[in-house]
């Protein structure tokens, strides 16, 4: 299986795919307990990979490695190599906060700032020195029609966040990651607190991101994975079972208990 | 079927038999409340006039005022605010953000709970001790505030800690995940969130504060010689502003002239000078309520 997984990351660099970000032999540990057993995988450039797999198979804690997220869960150890552009930021030499800039993420429960919708976009662009007021209005309009919700605000941005509804807090959450201009977006199951409606808005959202960022999504919802994502992972206890093009996953996994999970025996 | 039948009817029972217990003891705890508040205000809202409010206590005659102990009591809120609320903030947000779970947290954690359960009489004499004799400072504003700091400081200390810890953790995560310091998620997301909690904190404390007498009567003093409200030299005695001045405040003077008893009116300079403490003690109280309101309004856009 592993073996299946390292070809096919072999294919895709031979392809002269170019690769955003990969891991090698990554290692998660909470205390003594093993989380993630030596995950090695390549995401291509531009694209939407989706990480499968059931609840506590170990995709969060994957994903959260990959912008070092993990470093602020007191106990946590990671170990293996993360590059990015062929640097290895699981460094004790790496900025962390540098890093973030480039490497967004979006999490499962929205959390906007108790700030102003406006000021929940331009509050980090602020603390990291850009002071242009017309620069800022512009960003702030670009990242929230990105987010397909700049219709449902432009007449209340000065308004408190927390006021919108969670569909809505979690569109501007995903408006205030890309406000950073990051190369890869992750996202933990952004959608999975959300009416369908909503759901539809953010996948619609993320479909078009694709032209200008790498996004790694973890979700439970196969058919959002079959729907927007070119590659899949599958994870299966802290291991990955499976990761091809979505649609190899979908209608030929070379292995069962792939199929078992895309087709809803278990999960 | 039948069993778990009359099983359920039981909980029932004893469900509404206990909210009924729980409702009595409410109102009572609140009709004692009521009680203590109206006979204070009956007994004491006669006395108070505008001379009463701005005139000179009198040592041995009646017809005394409170003016000065009333200003006093302000004045060395003042002091003791700003001397502890930087304190706590800075004790707060280690505790909650920064500490570690070792034996060095523990031990400040118990130090600020024993702290927190000092009567004020030890706290007046430790500060009489330290601040009065081993410091020089005197019969001062500035004993009595430090006196007050010590007092405040675990309370401040830890409403500060715990309004933080009400922050949920993903509004960190958000701010780190934006590339942000640990330092400026702290500063400029969480405390901000946390604001409408730590400002009902300090009001209510300062509440408290406003109302201390065994803490002070052998730090700021028992006598309130006269001030001139146009003397700005803060270092000098007479001077409205001065820290290093004996202050008695409107708590000690209570105590004093029931103690003492040297001036004929006692009971009424007592009563009316209760009820303006209670009065003032209930002013902080609704505006911790009215402010923390207001902020989480003009945070949120929602009415609490
Ligand atoms: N903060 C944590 N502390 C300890 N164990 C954790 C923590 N987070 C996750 N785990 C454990 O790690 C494993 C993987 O969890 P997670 O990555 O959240 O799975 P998934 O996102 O696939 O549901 C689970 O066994 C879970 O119990
Ligand atoms: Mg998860």
């Not at chain 1, 531009?46 to 997220?69: E, H, Q, W």
């Not at chain 2, 004929?264 to 003690?281: H, K, Q, R, T």
């Amino acid at each position: 299986m592993i073996t299946d997984t390292e070809t096919y990351i072999r294919d895709l660099n031979k392809e002269g795919n170019e690769i955003a970000i990969s891991t090698d032999d990554l290692h998660v540990w909470y205390g003594s307990h093993e989380a993630i057993h030596g995950v090695s995988l390549a995401f291509e450039r531009f694209k939407i990979s989706a990480l499968i797999g059931a609840s506590g198979s170990g995709k969060s804690t994957y994903l959260r490695s990959l912008n070092r997220m993990n470093d602020n869960i007191y106990g946590t150890k990671v170990l293996g190599k993360i590059y990015y552009r062929g640097l290895n930021i699981n460094s004790d030499k790496i900025d962390v906060y540098e890093m973030r800039k480039h490497i967004g993420m979006v999490f499962q429960q929205p959390n906007p700032f108790a700030k102003s919708i406006y000021d929940n976009i331009t509050f980090a662009l602020k603390q990291h020195g850009e002071r242009n007021k017309e620069k800022l209005d512009e960003i702030v309009e670009k990242t929230l029609k990105q987010a397909a919700l700049w219709d449902q605000v432009k007449d209340k941005l000065h308004t408190s966040a927390l006021a919108l509804s969670g569909g809505q807090a979690q569109r501007l959450c995903i408006a205030r990651a890309i406000a950073m201009q990051p190369d890869i977006l992750l996202m933990d199951e952004p959608a999975s607190a959300l009416d369908p409606v909503s759901t539809q808005a953010v996948e619609d959202t993320m479909v078009q991101l694709k032209d200008k960022y790498t996004i790694i999504i973890v979700t439970h919802n196969m058919q959002q994975a079959a729907r927007i994502s070119d590659y899949t992972a599958f994870f299966h206890q802290g291991d990955v079972y499976e990761y091809d093009r979505t649609k190899n996953i979908f209608l030929h996994p070379h292995i069962k208990l792939t199929d078992d999970y895309v087709s809803g025996h278990f999960g | 079927m039948n069993y778990k039948y009359s099983k359920t009817r039981r909980t029932q029972l004893i469900d509404r038999l206990a909210y009924k217990v729980f409702y009595v003891i409410a109102i009572l705890i609140v009709l004692i409340l009521a009680a203590l508040l109206i006979y204070i205000l009956v007994t004491g809202l006669p006395h108070i006039s505008w001379h009463f409010l701005t005139g000179k206590s009198k040592p041995f005659q009646a017809g005394g005022g409170i003016g000065i102990q009333l200003f006093n009591s302000f004045y060395l809120l003042i002091l003791t605010m700003l001397i502890s609320v930087p304190i706590s903030l800075g004790a707060g947000i280690w505790l909650s953000e920064y500490a570690k779970k070792n034996r060095l947290t523990n031990l400040i954690r118990t130090t600020i709970e024993i702290l927190s359960s000092l009567p004020s009489v030890v706290v007046g004499l430790f500060g009489f001790i330290l601040f009065v004799l081993q410091f020089n400072l005197g019969f001062s504003l500035l004993s009595g505030a430090l006196a007050l700091t010590i007092f405040s400081l675990p309370l401040l200390t830890t409403n500060v800690e715990n309004a933080l810890q009400t922050v949920h953790f993903t509004q960190r995560e958000a701010g780190l995940a934006l590339g942000l310091s640990r330092i400026e998620t702290v500063l400029k997301i969480v405390v901000p969130a946390a604001l409408p909690n730590i400002v009902t904190g300090m009001i209510l404390a300062a509440g408290r504060v406003f109302g201390e007498a065994a803490a002070l009567i052998y730090t700021a003093g028992q006598s309130a010689p006269a001030i001139s409200f146009s003397n700005w030299n803060i270092f000098d005695l007479s001077s409205f502003l001065s820290p290093f001045r004996p202050a008695e405040t409107l708590a000690v003077h209570i105590w004093k002239v029931n103690s003492e008893g040297l001036i004929p009116d006692a009971s009424s300079v007592s009563a009316g000078a209760s009820a303006v403490l209670i009065i003032a003690v209930l002013l902080f109280n609704f505006i911790a309520r009215y402010l923390s309101n207001r902020i989480y309004q003009h945070m949120t856009g929602v009415k609490s």
